[in-house]
């Protein structure tokens, strides 16, 4: 594990590519291509292959010279890196149309992360459509969290109650937290937060065109 | 807008780190804040003031030596390099959960993108829950998107749809797409994608815990 011990030092950004990297290789791994080189894989995720090889150094010695990358491997070193070698189980807090969409997606599952638990207050003791799961109140999340060994939280409620689910979040033992509702979260030390930012994707594709039509 | 010109140059990070600094501008301008400093400013969105200044010099000269930045003035800036300083009109596509909670979704108005039309070939005919818009089929989206100008569109369907979807979006002469559906679109020149991978977040949480477990 000596390679990992300066896993605490990866810059933010690094984290985030390595979510990319794993994504294209899992692409790549269905498509049956089992090596991949460092210039194609880096036109696959837009980074620089020097970037990439940089990124990838943090961790160890990936890659064979002239050879490239071989997929599946660098697949389950990234997941072991990431932590998601095995299931997590994540609590989901909000089951409106935003939680009911996450708790369906199909892609935390095949990244092994597994919403085991579901919380809405306002909807206690019904069922989450099309599963055995029973919605709870939001003052059960701690004990279900404890029981459970949930250390991953997702909130998915509006935006003035997100600040109360994060406090409740934080006595419950989670640790990590996917923050949905377009709100600064103030947190104690050991809890961090991934704000997701639905806009900024559309933000990226607005810079696009106005770029374009100012060529044009 | 010559300070301008060199728009296509700039890299997709630096793009996508405009948003983050304009959401933290915005939370800012709520707070009442006038002028934050370069320190201040990069503590709050995680990046080295040096890379900050960097990534501002881009589009020209922002800031005062000893000064800081000037909240409003900066966020009016960042959104006329965004090309979000007007509403925009986005169409989505897939009623379903994700749809849906899109359609909600308080932040895309907060940034000027505007909802303005509905397609689901499945409830064509139907309303949009809590609004007057009616779902069209997928096979008006070319009709409606050249009627009311939208070029940017949101891809909310399952991953076996999306590619048949975004080949609609290219001929209805859409240029920016959102992708929600984890699967790899391939495109017409002159099409952008953003893929939301909503697993990432996830992942770098996972990160983080695995790094405090291997300290402790």
Chains 1, 2 share one sequence.
Do not use: C, W
Not at 17 to 38: E, G, Q
Not at 65 to 74: C, I, N, T
């Amino acid at each position: 594990m000596s390679e990992h011990a300066s896993n605490n030092h990866v810059p933010r950004a690094v984290v985030g590519r390595l979510s990319l990297y794993l994504r294209a290789l899992l692409n790549l791994s269905v498509d049956r291509v089992a090596t991949v080189s460092s210039a194609r894989f880096g036109k696959l995720v837009g980074v620089k292959p020097a970037q990439l090889r940089k990124d990838l150094a943090h961790f160890g010695q990936f890659g064979v010279r002239g050879k490239g990358y071989e997929v599946d491997k660098l697949a389950r070193r990234i997941e072991s890196i990431l932590g998601t070698e095995h299931e997590q189980k994540v609590a989901l807090v909000g089951v409106g149309n935003l939680g009911r969409a996450l708790f369906s997606y199909k892609g935390f599952e095949s990244r092994r992360f597994k919403i085991a638990a579901v919380f809405d207050s306002k909807l206690a003791g019904q069922r989450v459509p099309g599963s055995p799961l029973s919605i709870r109140p939001v003052g059960d999340l701690r004990r279900t969290a404890q029981r459970e060994r949930i250390r991953l939280g997702i909130i998915a409620v509006p935006a003035a109650a997100a600040q109360a689910v994060a406090r409740e979040m934080g006595k419950a033992g989670i640790r990590g937290i996917l923050n949905f509702a377009p709100v600064r979260l103030s947190l104690p030390d050991g809890v961090r937060v991934e704000n997701i930012d639905l806009s900024s994707g559309l933000e990226s594709l607005s810079f696009g065109l106005r770029s374009r039509r100012r060529r044009g």
